[in-house]
């Protein structure tokens, strides 16, 4: 079993790298060159930054269901590991968010509460 989830953790390493990598060079760069973008906030540059980070943040979740997946490989699980790799994967999510809508998507702010709360609550 052990060998098995390091394995199923390492496809979704790769699965994360291919999605980003592909999706950017395939998918978001073929599609950012329409001109039938919605224009959101007086232009197009905040629907191409929200499709941008919506891509990658799936990328994000993959990560840390790989962690999650590493830490069942390495024994039984406690609540504080898996609730520290939940916290951390919603505070990256958060910050990607912030920084890459510059602040005006607003999901940047539950993400980072997810994260906060569930580190805090783990952590005590």
Request: proline share 2%; hydrophobic share 60%; net charge positive.
């Amino acid at each position: 079993m052990t060998i098995a989830l390091t394995v199923a953790a390492l496809v979704l390493v790769g699965v994360a790298a291919a999605h980003s990598y592909l999706g950017e060079r395939y998918i978001l760069i073929r599609l950012f060159r329409r001109d039938q973008l919605p224009k959101l906030f007086g232009g197009t540059e905040f629907t191409r930054r929200t499709l941008r980070f919506a891509w990658h943040l799936t990328s994000l979740a993959w990560l840390g269901f790989a962690a999650i997946l590493v830490l069942l490989a390495r024994g039984p699980l406690e609540a504080a590991a898996v609730g520290g790799v939940v916290g951390g994967t919603f505070l990256v999510h958060g910050l990607v968010v912030l920084l890459a809508s510059r602040g005006r998507h607003l999901a940047w702010i539950p993400f980072l509460l997810v994260g906060v709360l569930t580190l805090l609550a783990v952590a005590g």
